[in-house]
């Protein structure tokens, strides 16, 4: 089988688990206090040009975004989202379950718009009943979006201005972010993403590690006592060098980078073997991520030896599907996607 699921379906990039199995009779202290971490830290700071910033290192995406949420956020708040957002669609109500109401907004090919998060504060605070409703107290965001979507320089900038002069602070899940940094047409670097929001979270586990993320602020004081609230949650890592060794292998030559144009090329080659072969885009998504229409019966034949997924529900002649390539996608893939198409 050749499996285009997801980008988490393989182990960690060789070049990382080289690293791994060379440190692996090392001791070191636990939590984190190790000098692998240490130096990873200092690692991600300089490549975000945030040298008064902060890192931690969380396992999963979901804890990531549950711990840093529920920091921002005072008890009654609310957190502001698109309607496809993974907070509110695929993580099982993780970020209620801490007492936080998402706030769906409909989303624009993917994507928070400034003009929505505006209208939704102003009309929020001239309620004359708002004071018992939830508070739009943050924003959140994807970069690249679920629907493999980016935003432009001015985009993200008119998000970040929205959110300053509402005083609520901006979140950017960047599960995927090596492949939004890449996408064709991007127009943001790493350091313009890190100065626009005021936390953001550095995808490990689908751009090349086995785990992990890296929670990165540019405003430490944002997260007070953060440490504690990581392992209240269930969520800090005793073996935290693990984390820090992956994350210093990714960063430490470029590699984060490198994974993320391999995981582009690969996405647009396959965009173009299907639309040669006549298969219409669901969206037109510049990254890792790609969306098409596909007959149901060439789904069950291509299902033989090729894995993917539906994207929601089974039509009756026709249904949306995604692919997904990674570090692991090579060209032979392609190919017999293309064969068998």
Known sequence: MIYFDSDYMVGAHPEVMKRLNETNHLHTPGYG????TAEARRMILEACALPEGDVHFLEGGTQANLVVIDRLLDHNDGVLATDTAHINVHEAGAIEATGHKVIAIANENGKLTAEKIKKYVDDFYHDDTHRYMVRPAMVYISYPTELGTIYSRDELTAISQTCNDAGIPLYIDGA??????AADGAELSLQEIASLCDVLYI??????????EAVVTRKPELLPRFDSLIKLRGATLAKGRLLGVQFGTLFGGGLYFEIGRHGVEMAMNL???MMEKGYRLLIDSPTNQQFFILP???IDYLRREISFELWGPRGEQE????????????????AKLAEML
């Open 33 to 36: 206090r190790d000098r692998f």
């Open 176 to 181: 995927r972010l090596a492949y939004g940094l």
């Open 203 to 212: 995808g490990g586990t689908k751009c090349g590690t086995l785990f992990g």
């Open 271 to 273: 965009k173009r073997v």
């Open 296 to 298: 149901n019966a060439k």
């Open 319 to 334: 249904s949306a599907v995604r692919f997904v390539t990674d570090w692991s996608t090579t060209n032979e893939d392609i």
